[in-house]
């Protein structure tokens, strides 16, 4: 039997890293009861930068009919040992195969179509630098209209004089309207979980 291993986030231990996920799981399910999507609902979401499988899971648990599209470079330093063969294994250990697609893209320029009830990702878009903005635009684009992208990331206060949160958000407004922000209790400093409805198309 296939042992399942999320991996080891950069600049923590096994036993940070688990507490983390932890944490991160009981946010996002707090976020999913806020965004008015039936659990039982057959919907398409997509895990942009899905690294290991951690958050995919996390979705189609609570969302038993949903089938989950996982994007990610599989490369870089973020998550040591990530690789596509690694997601693949890890997605069978759990039974979930069937209903998640694991696609090797890099956020900023992955193309898909407009389909998605939902998008999700955690601990990614503060890794992206200067790909940040294009990759929250390929999210917006992968959405239906009206539809969210919850958002668990760091915004790390490097700057006396700006708010990083505020300043990513100022970023996004012809994508997102910010419904709400949670702030769970997770040993990650700056750890939020930011939940944005895509624009309708006529408000862009």
């Known amino acids: ?51 290991l499988g951690f958050l995919t899971y996390v979705v189609l648990s609570h969302y038993p009919k949903a089938t989950v599209t996982a994007v990610d470079k599989f490369e870089g330093n973020s998550l040591p040992g990530n690789s596509f063969e690694r997601a693949k294994k890890n997605a069978e250990a759990l039974g979930i195969s069937e209903r998640v697609e694991f696609v090797k893209s890099d956020l900023a320029t992955v193309n898909l179509k407009a389909e998605y009830d939902l998008a999700v990702s955690n601990l990614v878009f503060h890794n992206l630098w200067r790909k940040k903005r294009a990759a929250y635009k390929a999210v917006a684009e992968s959405l239906k209209a009206g539809s969210y992208f919850l958002n668990g990331d760091l915004f790390m206060r490097t700057d006396f004089f700006m708010n990083p949160l505020r300043h990513e958000l100022n970023e996004i407004t012809d994508l997102f309207d910010t419904d709400f922000i949670l702030n769970p209790k997770t040993s990650l400093r700056g750890y939020k979980l930011i939940g944005l409805r895509k624009k309708p198309l006529t408000a862009r």
């Not at 080891?8 to 806020?34: I, M, N, P």
Request: negative net charge; contains cysteine.
């Open 1 to 51: 039997m296939v042992e399942v291993d999320f991996g080891v986030y950069h600049h923590t231990s096994r036993e940070g890293s688990d507490a983390a996920r932890g944490a991160a799981k009981v946010v996002f399910l707090e976020a999913f009861s806020k965004i008015g999507v039936d659990t039982n609902a057959s919907i398409k979401v997509l895990d942009a930068g899905c690294g």
